[in-house]
């Protein structure tokens, strides 16, 4: 990634005071915040249902607030966790609840009330995506593994994702000049499956201020990634040596469509996964349609016996110099793109139902 130079900040002050009303012991409270790509833990006493905290800031940032109930909430993997999450800026603010710092409300800073209109436009998708997900779970499981089924559910899904995914961009556009929509772009929007157009467009609105942090910067970055690897665009070419030491190109596989499957021995969902791509192959096999799988293995010797156990007929290389998992940016897998007979990406992270129907769609009128 590029090495980009640290910007100088005005160093001012988030001071947040704090009130419960009902909390009948003293109780430890922690403020986390994120500082520099760290995070940075405080701490305070609710003394009487009071406490304060004076934070140093650079700039905004995200923060969670911590009531620890049982003295080790901090800590324990186990135990509920009482937290609120929001952004805290340059300010003075107040906090006000009962008993429970999940339930608390929040005053005097601007970007509260920016968090609190993108949450306002973005909560009835997400009550629609938990309703949808509720609906799916309550039909038998032999209904839900059947792939015409599920990839209705699938299709109704990715349209609530869209729909979330234009409310989150309006907003940005909206408060160009927020840390909120800047976070938002970066977490939300520039994925690796983003809409590179929408991200660009909501990218160039920000203001120049906002741009000239790290976090704007790693946003281009993965904005030159995915017009590298975003559908419509030409696979690049590369090269690397399979079990028996031979050097493959991808370009060789020209006049074909090439699932390029990036995966590893390691990797549970990926060796969960291998069944659905071996019976895609095998379905498509005779239909102008292979596989390249591409390990990132370390161990050369584990992913030899995981092609074996897997019963990975197709060819398999292995990114030994991980140049290949750079170029294709592979911060996670399984990954695969689907390429046509001319080197163009035309889908990518096909999996299950939605690997086959894809194939499908594309192959089965093929002869």
């Known amino acids: 990634m590029l090495q980009i130079p640290v910007l100088v900040f005005a160093q001012n002050t988030f001071n947040l005071k704090g009130e419960f009303t009902n909390l009948k012991e003293n109780k430890n409270i922690y403020l986390i915040h994120v500082e520099n790509d760290a995070e ?47 952004f805290i800026d340059a300010g003075n603010a107040t906090l006000t609840s009962t008993d429970s710092v999940a339930k608390a409300k929040l005053k005097g800073v601007e970007i ?54 234009a409310a989150i961009a309006a907003f940005i556009i909206n408060n160009p000049s927020s840390y909120v929509s800047l976070y938002s772009l970066s977490g939300d929007l520039a994925t690796d499956d983003m ?24 946003i281009l970055y993965k904005l030159d990634l995915a017009k590298r690897t975003s559908i419509g665009v030409m696979a690049a070419d590369f090269e690397a040596k399979t079990p028996e030491q031979i050097p493959i190109k991808l370009s060789s596989f020209k006049g074909q469509y090439v699932l390029i499957d990036f995966w ?51 060819v398999q290389l292995l990114d030994r110099t991980a140049e290949i998992a750079k170029m294709y940016g592979i911060n996670a897998i399984p990954k695969n793109f689907l390429v046509d007979p001319s080197g163009k990406i035309i889908a990518k992270n096909l999996r299950g139902p939605e690997l086959m129907s894809t194939l499908q769609e594309v192959l089965g009128k093929k002869k």
């Open 40 to 86: 940075k833990l405080d701490s305070a006493k609710v003394i009487n249902g009071k406490f304060e905290f004076n934070i140093a800031l650079a700039k905004p940032a995200l923060a969670i607030l911590l009531l620890d109930h049982t003295g080790n909430d901090l800590n324990s993997k186990q135990s509920p966790k009482d937290f609120y999450r929001f």
């Open 112 to 165: 509260f009330d920016v968090h609190q209109q993108l949450i306002k436009s973005t909560i009835p998708i997400e009550e629609e995506l938990i309703a949808l997900n509720k609906e799916f779970g309550s039909y038998p499981e032999d209904k839900r593994r059947d792939p015409k089924f599920a990839l209705g559910f699938q299709d109704r899904y990715e349209a609530l994702l869209e729909k979330r995914t």
């Open 195 to 218: 809409n590179v157009v929408l991200v660009e467009n909501a990218y160039k609105g920000l203001s120049d201020d906002l741009k000239n942090t790290n976090l704007a910067k790693s």
């Open 264 to 314: 590893a021995s390691w990797c549970g969902p990926c060796r969960q996964e291998n069944p659905n791509v071996l019976r895609a192959y095998e379905t498509f096999k005779d239909k102008n349609f292979t596989v390249l799988g591409v390990s990132i293995d370390e161990k050369e010797d584990a992913w030899v016996k995981a092609v074996k156990q897997d019963g990975l007929v197709w």
